[in-house]
């Protein structure tokens, strides 16, 4: 069967030409039937152009593009002589050409033309490096922004040249040529070739390839051919996509068989990257234990001790390996859905409930979640009692932590409904009244280098507070008895003075807020006078230090009266691209990149109790054969009816205005 011919279009030069639908954006997507080519090629002042004019009679093709920058043709005057030749190859081929077209298109020629160089001088360039056929389609290419070619050799002949002249466009859409004949025999040779030549777009699709395709890859010779330096670089990796981490052992072994008497020396280096506390323990005792390159190793010996010891909850590792991304499953978990209190975690892609582990100590009406490091801490208010879960080894452990120093009063008062981890595992805790709507009174910062609680003075009542950095971001609030725009940050590395920020665009107090992706959100809240339940949402953008709006929320998520306003029922957290409002009833997420809001109810079953009006959750990641020990709860994702909603609404508004 003969090969279609690949073209490749230069946006610049199909402006510059006139042809006929030239693009008008630099990033671009086109589909082209050949025998439309007919129609552009009157207008090409090319070398050999008619080899692209009899491709047209081919059938369509397919070909994505993406600009990075214009080529840089100018088109010469049709009766311009040439004024330079190339000659390239034994034979002396030669092509005639015109400066500026060369120097416009490429820095090479450009800088060659303005150097003292004697090429720069003389009317002939020697170009031996290149075969007769890639300077024909470097040049078609130059002048037409178009160029042919029927082979992955053919392509790699093109980057080559495209390199050394430094086109970046064509070395791109040749690039991308090649990446549709990637598999996963050629896959590893072919990022060797794109990593020599600088083509950036294939070397990032041949490493999303291999790490996509990973067990695959090792069997093929390429990989069995590898250096131990790359095996090394490949195994080392968290992007590789493996079903289990026992796979990365058996490569490691496979590869070491091709060559046991040159490679068997290297197996210490590469079984350190094996993770082997995300290995069974029953395989580690009775596979890779009785292996004799781990039996005739020292150091490999004592790390599989270490594991198992580890899996057996004997031993701490200080700092243990991370998990392999493949393996893991990024949840929400949480804490007040069920008639005891129980935690459970949910998975946004499924809609699947699952339950956590029983803790040690008696479910807690205020139980705060926050996720520190890999695990989870749970802490009654206070911290008068706190615990740590940890998803490796599936199991609960006590922390001990000084309570939060308050009065009799304020034990009364006051309750920790959230806790939010820095860097270096500092805790900030949101403190509220306890009554009514239980607005945010105060902020606690526990600090791990001093073991001790210190307050936060905030800047007014009530305000939305959120963290991100090094910085607490305190939003609206309310002041001598009117709700208030002003925003201000902290520095929590000083604590010292509250720097203001731009104000937000409405006046707020009691919102909920999210600090993700560089920016910080706030959700709703209510007025003082009159008092009104908000449902618009706004965004800040730190960097810029301004306000803008998004979507509402429907603030239809429970026929609780006021529950959603009110800081103990409902947790806002963020979870990858989308940020989470949960109830006991139901869940509203945002998607940042779309501005678009959606609800969906939590399954109404006895593992879940709707009279329950504490909420508190966090994001988490879990190895996803810690998930599969996990009772189901079940699947739910239906959208809130809207006789639902409407009860919700009338509810809040009735509670609002007792």
């Given at each position: ?55 047209s009679k081919d059938d369509c093709a397919t070909i994505s593009g993406h600009g ?576 639902e909603a409407t009860e919700a609404v009338a509810s809040v508004k009735r509670f609002?205005?007792?």
């Open positions: 069967m003969q090969t279609k011919p690949f073209l490749i279009f230069s946006n610049f030069d199909l402006q510059t030409f006139g042809c006929q639908g030239g693009l008008q954006a630099l990033n671009y997507n086109i589909s082209l039937n050949f025998k439309k080519l007919s129609q552009h090629t009157s207008s090409f002042n090319s070398v050999d152009s008619m080899d692209a004019a009899q491709n990075d920058s214009s080529p840089r043709c100018t088109k010469p005057k049709h009766d311009a002589p040439c004024d330079v030749s190339l000659m390239v190859g034994d034979v002396g081929k030669e092509f005639k050409a015109h400066r500026n077209v060369l120097a416009e298109a490429s820095p090479f020629f450009e800088k060659l033309f303005d150097s003292d160089m004697k090429e720069s001088k003389e009317r002939v360039i020697q170009l031996d490096i290149f075969s007769e056929y890639v300077l024909k389609k470097v040049l078609e290419f130059m002048y037409t922004g178009i160029v042919a070619f029927l082979a992955p050799q053919r392509a790699e002949e093109l980057i080559v040249a495209a390199d050394y002249l430094l086109l970046s466009n064509l070395k791109n859409f040749a690039g991308r040529f090649l990446a549709k004949t990637v598999c996963v025999s050629n896959c590893i040779s072919y990022l060797d070739f794109a990593e020599k030549y600088h083509c950036e777009e294939l070397v990032d699709f041949t490493k999303d390839f291999i790490n996509a395709n990973f067990p695959a890859v090792a069997e093929c010779e390429e990989f069995l051919n590898l250096s131990s330096e790359e095996v090394e670089r490949w195994i080392s990796s968290d992007g590789i996509n493996v079903s289990a981490e026992k796979e990365v052992y058996e490569i490691v072994c496979r590869w070491i068989k091709q060559n046991p008497e040159e490679r068997s020396p290297k197996f210490n280096e590469l079984f350190r990257h094996v993770r082997l506390i995300y290995m069974s323990r029953d395989y580690l005792s009775k596979e890779v234990k009785k292996k004799s390159l781990v039996k005739n190793s020292k150091h490999c010996l004592t790390s599989l001790k270490s594991a198992i010891s580890f899996l057996d909850h004997a031993l701490d590792l200080p700092q243990p390996q991370s998990i392999r991304k493949s393996l893991e499953k990024h949840v929400i978990v949480v804490a007040g859905l069920g008639k005891k209190n129980e935690i459970a975690c949910y998975l946004p892609d499924t809609g699947a409930w699952y339950e956590l582990p029983a803790s040690p100590s008696k479910p807690n009406t205020y139980d705060v979640l926050v996720s520190r490091g890999d695990k989870l801490d749970k802490f009654t208010s206070f911290f008068n009692i706190c615990e740590q879960y940890d998803p490796i080894r599936n199991r609960w452990v006590s922390l001990t932590m000084p309570n939060i120093p308050c009065t009799a009063d304020e034990v009364r008062s006051v309750k920790v409904v959230g806790a939010t981890t820095v860097t270096g595992g500092d805790i900030f805790a949101t403190l509220v009244d306890g009554e009514g709507f239980n607005f945010v009174v105060a902020v606690k910062w526990y600090s791990v280098k001093s073991g001790q609680w210190e307050s936060v003075a905030l800047p007014c009542f009530s305000p939305c507070v959120a963290f991100e950095g090094k910085f607490l971001y305190s939003m609206g609030g309310a002041s001598d008895f009117k709700e208030t725009t002003r925003c201000f940050r902290l520095d929590i590395e000083e604590l010292k003075n509250w720097e203001e920020l731009a104000p937000m665009q409405t006046a707020r107090y009691g919102a909920y807020g999210v600090a993700a992706h560089g920016k910080i959100f706030v959700l709703g809240g209510c007025t003082v006078n009159p008092t009104f339940v908000l449902t618009n949402c706004e965004v800040y953008n730190i960097e810029t230090n301004e306000w803008h709006c998004i979507a509402n929320f429907s603030g239809q998520l429970t026929s609780w009266p006021g529950r959603l306003y009110n800081r103990t029922c409902a947790a806002v957290l963020c979870h990858g691209t989308r940020l989470y409002i949960i109830t006991p009833t139901a869940t509203e997420w945002y998607n940042i990149e779309e501005n678009t809001w959606t609800r969906i109810l939590i399954p109404v079953s006895k593992h879940f109790n709707n009279a329950c009006s504490i909420v508190s959750a966090c994001s988490v990641r879990i190895p996803k054969r810690t998930l599969d020990s996990f009772r189901r709860l079940g699947v739910y994702s239906r959208p809130v009816a809207s006789n609002i205005c007792c």
